[in-house]
């Protein structure tokens, strides 16, 4: 069975390049959540393998050619796992060049993932995902003043 650790390096080196069996990587009440993507209007949490492979298919599909790399374990226990990684490609919606710095936790399950919790930099994600960058950013309704 394994460890935090050995499912964070095996989350990361798969880099979802297969959505599906990045999902099954995850429990089935598992959960993923990026949660300043929020602030985008753009989901943050998602539960369920389903929902998870949906989640990294919309990812695969903005950065067809992404790559998790300089992955680190900065913290661990048999059941927590925290590392850095990051990444550098090309948006399949502006062509733009994005780069992204992680930090992400993982929380281990019997040998499954429970959770997944990966911030990222809003900003970056407006750039890959806005024809015209944060000019096009809309706040969310229910945010508004």
């Known amino acids: 069975m394994k460890n935090a650790h050995q499912l964070l390096e095996q989350f990361t080196a798969a880099s979802f390049r297969d959505p599906r069996k990045a999902a099954e990587m995850f429990t089935e009440e598992g959960a993923f959540e990026m949660p300043y ?3 985008l209007g753009i989901p943050w949490r998602y539960a369920g393998r389903k929902e998870i492979e949906g989640s990294f298919t919309f990812v695969r599909g903005l950065y067809p050619d992404m790559d998790f790399h300089d992955f680190k374990v900065v ?14 490609t090309r948006s399949s919606k502006t062509g733009r060049i994005i780069h992204q710095l992680f930090v992400g936790r993982l929380h281990a399950d019997k040998g499954r993932l429970h959770s997944f919790a990966s911030p990222s930099t809003s ?9 015209n960058g944060l000019a096009d950013y809309q706040v969310p309704e229910g945010r508004k003043a």
């Open 37 to 39: 993507l929020e602030s």
């Open 123 to 131: 900003w970056s994600w407006a750039l890959a995902s806005f024809p």
């Open 75 to 88: 913290c661990e226990t048999p059941e927590v796992a925290v590392g850095k990684y990051e990444f550098t």
